[in-house]
């Protein structure tokens, strides 16, 4: 069954960069720019990972979280970091723009 990542950017490149890297790798991948996009992708299917990126401040970044938490409980959560993370109740945490890095750690946490 393929794995269903929701990727939340406010960053159109790194949005969409991100969305073709990850279809690319086999997974069934929905992206969204804010807070409304978010709701509504969550309220139609069930994801495997909520990506929150780093281009997301993080009021807004807690903000999703929780609503992440709320409509789609299954759902563990990746938060992009620059220095320190802003969601610290998220099961993971990259401090690494780098693609390659974001491709490694989602196969890590989907694929085992």
Do not use: W
């Amino acid at each position: 069954m393929t794995k269903k990542i929701l990727s939340i950017s406010d960053n159109d490149a790194l949005r969409v960069t991100r969305h073709m890297m990850l279809q690319n790798r086999g997974f069934d991948v929905v992206s969204a720019a804010n807070l409304r996009e978010m709701r509504k992708a969550l309220k139609s299917a069930n994801f495997d990972l909520v990506i929150l990126g780093v281009s997301v401040d993080g009021d807004a970044k807690r903000e999703m979280a929780s609503a992440a938490r709320k409509l789609c409980d299954r759902a563990q959560i990746l938060e992009l970091c620059r220095i320190s993370a802003e969601v610290p109740d998220a099961e993971h945490h990259l401090f690494s723009p780098e693609p390659e890095d974001i491709d490694r750690t989602v196969g890590k946490i989907l694929r085992g």
